[in-house]
């Protein structure tokens, strides 16, 4: 059971780069269906912009997936606190949008998985450095 609910970077990595890839195709081919779930009208100016999210949605897929097997490191920091701000700018938007009227109370979804990811990542982050304190104490 211990094994089941492990969480290391490696996996978190792993399946936040199929969800940014996933959310990459859907802002690419189908952006009508988040807009519209969050009670916002498409139109070819927003599709431009979804479009434009979707090649950075996709950069970040192939960021993370490629760095999954990554060692703790300073590069390694550097793509988590990325992750984490832009996590962080999307959940405080999306709670912005929804208190100004601009989308409906669905956008909540997106926020607390933005809210879960950034808590999930410096999770993870800190793991290690929490692991390494220990062996150099204890040694």
Not at 24 to 41: H, K, Q, R, T
Not at 61 to 88: D, H, I, K, Q, Y
Request: charged share 15%; with cysteine.
């Amino acid at each position: 059971m211990e094994k089941l609910m492990k969480l290391d970077f490696r996996s978190l990595a792993t399946l936040s780069a199929f969800l940014f890839l996933s959310l990459a195709l859907i802002w690419m081919f189908a952006p009508d269906l988040p807009l519209s779930s969050w009670g916002v009208e498409f139109s070819p100016e927003v599709g431009l912009v979804a479009r434009r999210a979707a090649a950075l949605y996709a950069g970040i897929g192939v960021m993370l997936f490629s760095a999954r097997n990554a060692e703790p490191s300073p590069s390694r920091s550097a793509l988590v606190a990325g992750l984490v701000v832009a996590c962080l700018t999307l959940a405080a938007l999306g709670s912005f949008e929804l208190v100004a009227g601009h989308a409906n109370r669905s956008i909540l979804t997106a926020v607390l998985i933005e809210v879960a990811l950034v808590l999930a990542f410096l999770y993870v982050e800190r793991v290690p450095k929490r692991q390494l304190h220990s062996t150099i104490t204890q040694g």
